[in-house]
């Protein structure tokens, strides 16, 4: 067991908790201009009383969620992030699992092939970061459903599918990286046509979908 060295992470602007590998804070300022997706979200939802987000990150993205939803439970499997996020949402109202969303429960490891902070992805030979379903939380509401998580979006769907099916939430999906797992943009877009959402727009790479059908064709 090893622990966390302090000095991986540092306090800057009195605020934010982030990365020091991070040297020049290039990821800070480009999620720092990308914290605007509740804003294009709100004309589609009905409600604000529970958010399910996953690629926490530092937290930066999330703590938008946080004063708007009654309830945010967000996800994020990289330790040095995590903490940064623990410690940047400072709010009693979010839920914060360090762990992967996925279609099945196992142990997962992590690659981030230099991308930055927010590159590390779900790699699915054996590690130690466990694995859950959206369904595993048994909500009593969701409302919206954001999945950053690197190209695991369908697993992360399949794995709420029931939450999905029963409570409708707006959706938006980081539409990039899907094919690391064998699916393509097309697949994912016919998967959630047969859900009975529309697509309704883009905001950086997310794409944000709403549910619109009278009945699940699936």
Known sequence: MSKINPDMFVKIK?????RS???????????SRETE???????????????VQAGGNCGMQVVKFAE??????TFEPDPINFNCLVNNLLYDNVFKMQCCLGDEHKLVSLND????????????????????????LNLSACDFIQLDVEGY?????????????KFK???????????????SQKGLADYLTNLGYVFKGMYT??????????????
């Open 169 to 183: 939430p707006v959706l938006s999906l980081e539409f990039c990286w899907i094919e690391r797992f064998g699916t």
């Open 153 to 165: 979006t369908l697993q992360a769907l399949k794995g709420g599918i029931n939450t999905i099916k």
């Open 205 to 218: 790479t997310d794409a944000i979908f709403v549910y619109e059908s009278l009945s699940f064709k699936l």
């Open 68 to 73: 708007f939803f009654e309830y945010v439970y």
């Open 113 to 136: 092939d230099n991308l930055g902070i927010g590159g590390f992805y779900v790699n699915e030979k054996p590690g130690n970061i466990p694995t859950i379903k959206i369904d595993d």
């Open 14 to 18: 009195g605020k934010w908790f982030w």
């Open 21 to 31: 590998d991070d040297t020049d804070f290039g990821d800070f300022n480009v999620l």
């Open 37 to 51: 997706l509740l804003e294009k979200v709100k004309p589609y939802l009905k409600n604000n009383k529970v958010a």
